[in-house]
Each structure stands twice: as structure tokens, then as C-alpha cells.
């Protein structure tokens, strides 16, 4: 596992797949015993199973599902499905695609994949009405 988070950490340095990816800064907790956590904002790579496959030379991930990578340090990456279709997201998840997900509902469910423990978690873009990424308005 720790292969993989090395391998995206090169990855993402490159343009090539930092094109194809969406970063945006959002809201994010995690399940715990007792509820959820505290929300953080911090910046989150949007991308699809395609795009992870590609990036990690691998066939572990649905091309079909979409993902966010939560980076916490240098070697270490949560690697979360987003529950549930976002409409219309193609072979590459771009801006519009962010938008798309997160217009309506501003917030999703995502379940952690390189884990033992399948964590869910809550990926919040919107406050009220206003993004709380202001590269998305």
C-alpha cells in the first residue's frame, strides 16, 4: 500500500495527470465512534477510477466510480470512492464535473478504499450557498 501512495505522490507532481485531476478545497470528516468528526478544510484531488488506474498501473478501482484523494503527509493518502453517480463526469474529471456533483447537494458520502477499515467520510464543497473553494465560482 505504501507503493501505491508513493507512486501517486510522483504522479500527481506531473503535469500530465495534474491536468486531468480536479484540486479543490473543501470540508471534510470522517466517522468515528461517536458520530463524525470535526470538519477541516483542506485541498482534495478529485479524479476518476480511470485517471487512479492510470496513475497507480493498476486495475484496483472502478473506472465507472469517481474518487478524492485526501493527502495527510508526504507518503500518506486517503484514497475515498464517492458514493453514489455523479451525471455526466467523462473518462476525466474536470471543473465542470466538480460543479455538477456538489450544485445541488453540497455535500456527498465517500467510503475509504486502501484501508482495512472501509471509513466513511463527508466531502463538503458549499457553505449556505457560497463554494467554499473560491476557484470554483
Known amino acids: 500500500m505504501k507503493i501505491i501512495s508513493i507512486i501517486l505522490i510522483v504522479l500527481i507532481s506531473m503535469s500530465q495527470f495534474a491536468d486531468a485531476s480536479v484540486r479543490r478545497i ?30 497507480t498501473k493498476t486495475y484496483d478501482y472502478n473506472m465507472f466510480d469517481n474518487y478524492a484523494l485526501i493527502w495527510f503527509k508526504e507518503d500518506k493518502v486517503a484514497i475515498l470512492k464517492i458514493d453514489g453517480i455523479i451525471i455526466g463526469v467523462g473518462q476525466e474529471f474536470d471543473s465542470d464535473d466538480f460543479k455538477r456533483a456538489f450544485q445541488i447537494i453540497s455535500e456527498k458520502s465517500a467510503t475509504q ?13 458549499k457553505d449556505i450557498i457560497r463554494w467554499i473553494d473560491p476557484r470554483v465560482e
Open 26 to 55: 473543501v470540508k471534510v470528516s470522517y466517522e468515528t465512534q461517536y458520530g463524525y468528526s470535526n470538519k477541516y478544510k483542506t485541498e482534495v484531488t478529485f479524479l476518476t477510477g480511470r485517471e487512479l488506474n492510470k496513475a
Open 113 to 125: 478504499v486502501n484501508s482495512q477499515y472501509k471509513r466513511k467520510w463527508k466531502i463538503k464543497a
